[in-house]
């Protein structure tokens, strides 16, 4: 998993302290075998991931 700040991502997400979406994160899960990106999420820093999807089936499934 890789994670930053939204604001890093892209020049036209730039803000500061004061406003609203400065901590706002943006996280990538990577493929351990590959490499590639396989789902991205925006969320509030602190959040946990959303599990909206399942690479696996779990005991739960």
Known sequence: ???????DVAPEYAT????????V?????LCPATGL???TEI???GDEPLHDIALAPTKES
Not at 25 to 29: I, N
């Open 43 to 45: 969320l509030r820093d």
């Open 16 to 23: 500061h302290k004061a406003r609203a979406g400065y901590t």
């Open 1 to 7: 998993m890789l994670e930053r700040p939204v604001r």
């Open 25 to 29: 994160r943006h996280r990538e899960y």
């Open 37 to 39: 990106r396989i789902e």
